[in-house]
């Protein structure tokens, strides 16, 4: 089981990036996939995912109406797309996959294998 994120870099605030998890060594059809992001000197927090039954998909209130999660089956990624950045969206972000866990999808303890991370800046 393979994740790589990817997609990050550098933007000023009111900007856009979209980040992308490639996944590899698993059925991304039958796995929940979320994405995280962890702060300097913060504990990681669940940013947004998506189901594997339904495609349902779920955000954490400081993202929601800014950040939007995608799946591509075909080519074996998810996307996030994420709009209107501000500063204090600056994190390492990471994807994960699991077993689908509904609404859970947006906690950590849901997910077995994660991926490296990619560094998001947000600054003028």
């Known amino acids: 089981v393979q994740l790589q994120a990817s997609g990050g870099g550098l933007v000023q605030p009111g900007g856009s990036l979209r980040l992308s998890c490639a996944t590899s060594?698993?059925?991304?059809?039958?796995?929940?996939i979320g994405w995280f992001r962890q702060a300097p000197g913060k504990e990681r927090e669940g940013v947004s995912c998506?189901?594997?039954?339904?495609?349902?998909?779920y955000y954490a209130d400081f993202v929601k109406g800014r950040f939007t999660i995608s799946r591509d089956n075909d080519k074996n990624t998810v996307h996030l797309q994420m709009k209107s950045l501000k500063p204090e969206d600056t994190a390492v972000y990471y994807c994960?996959?699991?077993?689908?866990?509904?609404?859970?999808?947006?906690?950590?303890?849901?997910?077995?294998?994660w991926g490296q991370g990619t560094l998001v800046t947000v600054s003028s």
């Open positions: 060594g698993f059925n991304l059809d039958y796995s929940a």
């Open positions: 994960a996959s699991g077993p689908d866990s509904g609404s859970y999808c947006i906690f950590s303890s849901s997910y077995d294998n």
């Open positions: 998506i189901s594997s039954s339904d495609d349902s998909t």
